[in-house]
């Protein structure tokens, strides 16, 4: 691994992956990052559901109106969920966990991209929860916050660049 700072300013969205799959251990070592990520008081509230069959990726391109088309081409993909009555922290905690698996998929090589699903539908109105749930068996307690979408890397995105940083939005001491 390059630095930290490295990292983060190479991690960019990818929506465009090849064919080639990803190796049994490329995929245990993104989920190993989400099952240790921390969580409000080390309560790992999250559930994962792993997604590599295309008719389904391709069923959950379709789960949102806009936007979740590129999991068609994902060839692995993580349906993020957690328990909003148990844990008020859920969304933060699963939002971290999908972060630190897109960031182990660029230490890895690897191309990902965040589809947000808490709230959306499809272009029929159908919520993505529900969809959700139809495919994968999901008990009504458990809400998707995304799915993210893995692969290798089909397309070339530049790093973040230092001159371009907003630092007017940082303030300090107040607003």
Known sequence: MNSFSFLLANRRSMRKFTEEKLTEEQKKTILRAALISPTAKNNRGWEFIT???PDALRKLSLSREMGSGFLA???????VLGKSAENDCWVEDCSIAAID???QAEDLGLGSCWCHMRGRANAEGKPTRQT???????????EPLCIVGFGHKNME??????GKIDWSKVHKGRF
């Open 157 to 162: 995105r530049k790093p973040y660049e230092d």
């Open 132 to 142: 959700i749930a139809e495919m994968f068996g999901v008990p009504e307690e458990y």
């Open 51 to 53: 997604v590599e069959d």
């Open 73 to 79: 081409e994902a060839v692995f993909a993580v349906v």
């Open 101 to 103: 698996m897109q960031l």
